[in-house]
């Protein structure tokens, strides 16, 4: 009987013990999920709501709709430019500034100077306000007194109207987008070589892999292949997702030549006051990005080796 009752004892002490540390767990999880469900949850639900009515700001009332707003879409051709432009941007910029940032990674990981300087350089862009950005690169490719154009007059070459002409201004802005990205790339990138233990490159060498390329194809390629889907699943959002340099330099023009969905969103929304619409535009959005992201996940998990 005395066992028992000790065992019972320590059994009651055993779950009190369990029940504080789960309530200790919830206490400091609780602000987490308050902060998850104030502004991530709610307001998708708010979005999801809205996109089949027609409300808009500071109206009395609104009516249920349907699908309505998304048959608009079809018809839109405001919105139909959005979307062309907005996943060409996105191809022309996700294999170049993955590439470019993969190929200076491994230049600054195999010099013996300047690591740090380049780094820090390269990360600039990241770091930088878009709005002085943006004013610098307004300056450079200005088309008469910016400093592109010029060294293309001296040179005896054509001077375009980089963000001015309908067949220019979505390049432009994607060679900012490579700009803005390859920096963020680079300091992934550098994470995931470091991480790559030197041994395997010897062992590699002693195999016969004795060229540069042969220890990258056989080595570091297979051995990226974490930090290379984490890369293209963050610069295809992040390319989808550009807005503040359009809105700063061209205001998706001219002619809705670099218009894209976000700014697309904020003029239907916060301009012209049309919630459920931009609402509408909203979940096109965000199913085009899981979407993708899906199928990148799917495609490249396949061929990723996890070390």
């Known amino acids: 009987m005395v066992d028992l009752s000790q065992n019972a004892a320590l059994s009651r002490r055993h779950t009190r013990r369990i029940d504080s540390d789960t309530l200790a767990a919830w206490a400091l999880a609780l602000p987490a999920i308050i902060a998850y469900l104030l502004m991530i949850l709610l307001p998708l639900l708010a979005v999801l709501a809205l996109a089949f009515t027609d409300y808009e700001l500071g109206a009395r009332g609104f009516a249920f709709v349907g699908f309505d707003n998304f048959a608009e879409m079809l018809r839109d051709r405001t919105f139909a430019a959005s979307i062309r432009n907005t996943f060409a941007y996105a191809l022309f910029v996700v294999p170049l500034s993955i590439g470019i940032a993969l190929l200076l990674a491994i230049l600054i990981e195999d010099g013996a100077r300047g690591r740090a300087f380049f780094r820090a350089a390269l990360f600039l862009p990241v770091v930088s306000l878009t709005v002085a950005m943006a004013t610098a690169w307004q300056y450079l490719l200005h088309p008469t007194i910016g400093p592109v154009n010029t060294i293309l007059r001296d040179l005896g070459l054509g001077t375009p109207n980089w963000l001015g002409a309908s067949e220019w201004v979505l390049v432009s802005l994607g060679f900012i987008g490579i700009w803005q990205n390859v920096g ?39 051995m990226l292949g974490p930090t290379m889907l984490f890369v293209v699943i963050i610069t295809m959002t992040r390319s989808i997702q550009v807005f503040d340099t359009v809105q700063t330099l061209t205001q998706g023009g ?41 199928i990148q996940t799917r495609l ?4 990723v080796h996890y070390g």
């Not at 790339?185 to 540069?212: C, H, K, M, Q």
């Not at 916060?270 to 085009?288: D, E, I, M, P, S």
């Open 184 to 222: 963020f790339n680079l300091v992934l990138f550098l994470a995931g070589l470091t991480a790559i233990p030197r041994e395997l490159y010897s062992a590699a060498e002693i195999d016969g892999a004795r060229s540069p390329w042969a220890r990258f194809r056989l080595v570091t390629w297979p």
């Open 254 to 294: 001219p002619n809705n030549a670099s218009e894209v969905l976000l700014r697309t969103i904020y003029q239907e929304a916060f301009h012209y006051f049309r919630f459920g619409y931009g609402a509408a535009v909203t979940l096109v959005f965000l199913a085009c990005v899981l979407v993708l992201t899906l």
């Open 300 to 303: 490249i998990d396949r061929k």
